[in-house]
């Protein structure tokens, strides 16, 4: 027999449904993802912790589970909302059901909303922070003394503890990883482009890496607020005072462009979907992209260093969305080419780098 449930968010708004996760109740920031596939990825990218995401595509669970598309050891995401779970999953890569997943993790899901108005409802009021719950007494008093996603590091402390070797020892350059909640597609994609992978936990001095050998720094995705990140500005300064070549996606695009000395700042929803615009102002291509963020790089801020190039904007809404450095060798986009599954068309960003490090850009 299933168990009633209900996602209730701060400002009073209810909605009631059926858990099918877990049965502990869980408290976020509510955001929704309009891909139509690949929740296995969201569930499991460490971007999305603290945040309870809300799948757009109305059913969810078809094509089941399995132990290959992940992205990290574990679900990472607060919690999880469909319209409609599908126990009845038909995958040959399949090897179980996405409720018993969730039931194994311990995470609340819930079925049986009206997701469409739920996501109408985020983009008029903006992000709020909500739960699932199996008793709606003092939902609204414990939501409102849950911790806001502004000025939050959460990067500390989903990192890494100690360094790690990531794939087969090969003649490349070697590239520090700073995990700030590094997603396995991005090493994975940094391997097959030639480099030597060693993962870092987010506080790493530069000169430890560079000891190691590092010829290319890479920043990775990661959840939380960017600024709280107060150490990856400093990270920053010390890139461009060695000169290193680095490369710095989501999270790490937004510590690249407050260590510059831009600014940041929160969207109203986010962008989260595999499906966004970017035009490529460089080369003058538009490239459809994977993105999961809730904060963005501020354009007026960098303007006030012509150094600073922005090189990509999102086609939605105009925001920043890559920047790079006229003297340094340091480059970022704030949407995932990594994505899997997910568009490709913008997977050249690893070979770029490649050859920014091999010193053959």
Do not use: W
């Amino acid at each position: 027999m299933s168990q009633k449930a209900y996602l209730i968010l701060e400002d009073g708004t209810e909605f009631e449904g059926e858990g099918f996760g877990g049965d502990s109740e869980s408290i976020g920031e509510v955001v929704f993802n309009t891909s139509m596939s690949g929740y296995q990825e969201v569930l499991t990218d460490p971007s999305y912790n603290g945040q309870i995401v809300a799948m757009t595509y109305p059913m969810i669970g078809n094509y089941g589970v399995n132990g290959d598309d992940v992205e990290s050891d574990r679900v990472q995401v607060a919690g999880f909302v469909v319209k409609e779970y599908c126990g009845s999953y038909s995958n040959f890569r399949a090897t179980g059901s996405l409720a018993d997943y969730l039931k194994a993790s311990g995470m609340a899901a819930i079925q049986g909303i009206d997701t469409r108005m739920l996501t109408l409802h985020i983009r008029d009021k903006g992000a709020l922070r909500g739960g699932i719950f199996f008793d709606r007494k003092g939902a609204v008093e414990r939501l409102r003394a849950h911790p806001l996603m502004e000025g939050l590091d959460l990067a500390s402390g989903i990192s890494c503890g100690e360094p790690y070797e990531f794939g087969e020892k090969k003649r490349g350059p070697g590239v520090a990883v700073y995990d700030f909640g590094v997603k396995r597609n991005i090493l994975r994609l940094l391997d097959s482009a030639g480099f030597n992978v060693r993962v870092y936990p987010a506080k790493t001095p530069l000169s430890e890496t560079i000891k190691k050998g590092a010829k290319g720094i890479f920043l990775s995705n990661g959840p939380g607020d960017p600024d709280a990140v107060e150490y990856g500005r400093g990270l920053i300064r010390d890139i461009i005072k060695e000169g290193i070549p680095a490369f710095g996606i989501c999270l790490g695009h937004q510590i690249m462009a407050l260590g510059l000395g831009g600014k940041t700042y929160k969207l109203k929803f986010g962008h989260r979907g595999a499906n966004q615009p970017v035009k490529n102002l460089i080369t003058g291509r538009i490239e459809i992209t994977s993105q999961n963020h809730g904060f963005a790089a501020d354009y007026e801020s960098l303007k006030a260093f012509p150094d600073v190039e922005v090189t990509h904007v999102n086609l939605n809404d105009g925001t920043v969305e890559g920047l790079r450095h006229k003297k340094f060798p340091v480059f970022s986009v704030q949407y995932h080419p990594e994505a899997d599954p997910g568009p490709h068309d913008s997977r050249y960003l690893f070979d770029d780098f490649y050859r920014l490090v091999a010193g053959t850009a």
